[in-house]
């Protein structure tokens, strides 16, 4: 089956180091994303692993370990603005094509300050 | 350019009929895909086109529903003898190619209320 785990909720300090576990079980795999998504918003893209290792863009750096079927996605100086929830997303492959994508159900971060 | 558009943004109908929701592409993306939001939960997969193709319909939880690309730009999501069920948000999106990353943009939503 398919199943996509991460913590429902966390809370993090506004300035310091957040990071989000996300563990997935997939009968295929294509690439691993990580979304943010503020209430009442679309998702937004935030970041793409395929290859195991480190991925940094800015103030967000997202890891893959494809032999674990693990990946976590780190938020470094916490900013208010960064209250939201976090989708971590396994696109599938079907007959070949690269396609859908399968949710975890989200990790709603609350920063305080 | 514009993003993905989606309408109406908010739909309440009664249980029992029939609705028609909008999604408009980023222009020049060939993939556009249908998902579903309920509350506190991801998205979850309905349907992807690619072209004028429905290339996975493995997510759509019913005959009820049913999706259509005839131009392999704007697709419409059919939902027919709504129930109390339905009720979610509908997300559409699009990517410009499968691979490589080809993250898909997402549109705003609709939200629809089954009464």
């Known amino acids: 089956g398919q199943n996509i785990d991460q913590p429902t909720e966390m809370t993090a300090t506004e300035g310091a180091i957040v990071q989000i576990n996300c563990t997935y079980q997939?009968?295929?795999?294509?690439?691993l994303f990580w979304y943010q998504q503020h209430a009442g918003e679309a998702p937004t893209f935030l970041s793409y692993?395929?290859?195991?290792g480190l991925e940094e863009k800015g103030r967000f750096s997202s890891f893959l370990s494809r032999s674990k079927g693990y990946s976590y996605l780190l938020l470094k100086e916490l900013q208010m603005k960064d209250s939201a929830s976090y989708l971590c997303?396994?696109?599938?492959?079907?007959?070949?094509?690269?396609?859908?994508?399968?949710f975890g159900t989200g990790t709603l971060l609350a920063v305080q300050p | 350019g514009a993003g993905v558009s989606q309408t109406p943004s908010n739909k309440v109908t009664e249980k029992g009929k029939y609705v028609e929701l909008r999604c408009d592409p980023i222009?020049?993306?060939?993939?556009l895909y249908w998902y579903r939001q309920s509350l506190g939960q991801g998205p979850e997969f309905l349907i992807y086109f690619q072209g004028t193709g429905a290339a996975d319909d493995s997510g759509l939880p019913n005959d009820r529903f049913f999706a259509v690309r005839p131009e392999g730009s704007v697709s419409t999501l059919k939902i027919q003898r709504t129930e109390r069920g339905d009720s979610a948000v509908y997300l559409c999106?699009?990517?410009?190619?499968?691979?490589?990353?080809?993250?898909?943009?997402f549109g705003p939503g609709t939200r629809l209320t089954v009464l």
């Open positions: 999106a699009s990517s410009l190619t499968r691979q490589g990353a080809g993250e898909q943009f």
């Open positions: 997303a396994v696109r599938d492959r079907y007959g070949g094509a690269t396609n859908k994508l399968i």
């Open positions: 222009s020049g993306h060939t993939a």
């Open positions: 997939t009968s295929g795999f294509n690439g």
């Open positions: 692993n395929v290859l195991d």
